[in-house]
């Protein structure tokens, strides 16, 4: 599928890895002008280069989500290098592994701190920068099925993500009344470092190409369609 994005600025958190930096590069090859933000400085560069090489715009900031004023000034360098937001992924998430029983209060913070409150953070800046656009713009925030789904071994994942998505529910009530299409995207098990050690193994995951793929999907319907909410299932599971 090619969907003609160019000229628009999209934002990915997390991107230096996995899904996040999937997205990005589709976006790129769809003519997307990308800001990506992550903390690992090295993946971001090569990122950046590899999306360049699609004729647009790219560049990175190391951040950690979970610093407001570090996310800020990620929000305040895009506004000043393109302008303007058309579309923004919060991304960025990570999981403990511990029974609700033994997991660490450390364990627990760090959950909720990336992948809801980061996520809080990034919606809330790219929101009150697109609204006054008064255009067409969109905020997809990558959650999980494990917001509907508990997990034995992941209840602060768990937790983050049920928060991520009632915190979605609400964050497009406001943003439709601007013309802002915001869609939580669910998937099931994709294979990333995040599934590393996986007893399961990880052939029968999606991809993070299934992913943004669906993320382009999104971006193609007419300007009549919004999508609240879709789970991406790994089929036959
Ligand atoms: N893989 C799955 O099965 C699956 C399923 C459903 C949903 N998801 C969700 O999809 C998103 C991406 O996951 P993934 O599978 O691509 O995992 P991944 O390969 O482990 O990548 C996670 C990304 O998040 C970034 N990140 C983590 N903590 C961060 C922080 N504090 N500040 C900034 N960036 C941070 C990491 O970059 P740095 O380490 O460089 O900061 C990395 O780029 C997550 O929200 C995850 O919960 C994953």
Same mark, same amino acid.
């Given at each position: 599928?090619?969907?003609?994005?160019?000229?628009?600025?999209?934002?990915?958190?997390?991107?230096?890895?996995?899904?996040?930096?999937?997205?990005?590069?589709?976006?790129?090859?769809?003519?997307?002008?990308?800001?990506?933000?992550?903390?690992?400085?090295?993946?971001?560069?090569?990122?950046?280069?590899?999306?360049?090489?699609?004729?647009?715009?790219?560049?990175?900031?190391?951040?950690?989500?979970?610093?407001?004023?570090?996310?800020?000034?990620?929000?305040?360098?895009?506004?000043?290098?393109?302008?303007?937001?058309?579309?923004?992924?919060?991304?960025?998430?990570?999981?403990?592994?511990?029974?609700?029983?033994?997991?660490?209060?450390?364990?627990?913070?760090?959950?909720? =701190? !990336?992948? $809801?409150?980061? %996520?809080?953070? /990034? +919606?809330?800046? #790219?929101?009150?920068?697109?609204?006054? @656009?008064?255009?067409?713009?969109?905020?997809?925030?990558?959650?999980?099925?494990?917001?509907?789904?508990?997990?034995?071994?992941?209840?602060?994942?768990?937790?983050?993500?049920?928060?991520?998505?009632?915190?979605?529910?609400?964050?497009?009530?406001?943003?439709?009344?601007?013309?802002?299409?915001?869609?939580?995207?669910?998937?099931?098990?994709?294979?990333?470092?995040?599934?590393?050690?996986?007893?399961?193994?990880?052939?029968?995951?999606?991809?993070?190409?299934?992913?943004? =793929? !669906?993320? $382009?999907?999104? %971006?193609?319907? /007419? +300007?009549?369609? #919004?999508?609240?909410?879709?789970?991406? @299932?790994?089929?036959?599971?």
């Amino acid at each position: 599928m090619k969907v003609d994005l160019k000229g628009k600025t999209a934002v990915i958190t997390g991107a230096s890895r996995g899904i996040g930096r999937e997205i990005a590069l589709t976006l790129a090859k769809n003519g997307a002008n990308v800001a990506v933000c992550a903390r690992n400085e090295e993946l971001l560069k090569t990122l950046v280069n590899e999306a360049e090489g699609f004729g647009v715009e790219a560049f990175y900031h190391v951040v950690d989500v979970r610093k407001r004023e570090q996310q800020e000034e990620f929000f305040e360098l895009i506004k000043e290098r393109f302008g303007r937001i058309d579309i923004c992924i919060p991304n960025a998430g990570r999981a403990a592994l511990a029974k609700p029983g033994e997991i660490t209060q450390e364990d627990w913070e760090l959950d909720i =701190d !990336t992948n $809801l409150t980061g %996520l809080f953070i /990034s +919606s809330q800046l #790219a929101l009150n920068i697109m609204k006054p @656009q008064k255009e067409e713009s969109y905020i997809f925030p990558i959650i999980s099925k494990a917001a509907t789904k508990s997990f034995l071994l992941r209840p602060s994942y768990c937790a983050s993500k049920a928060g991520a998505l009632a915190f979605t529910r609400s964050l497009s009530l406001e943003a439709k009344e601007s013309g802002i299409t915001v869609t939580s995207i669910l998937p099931a098990s994709v294979a990333t470092d995040f599934q590393k050690g996986n007893p399961a193994g990880m052939d029968w995951m999606l991809l993070p190409s299934d992913v943004a =793929d !669906t993320v $382009l999907w999104l %971006l193609s319907l /007419s +300007s009549r369609a #919004a999508v609240d909410e879709i789970v991406i @299932q790994n089929r036959g599971r």
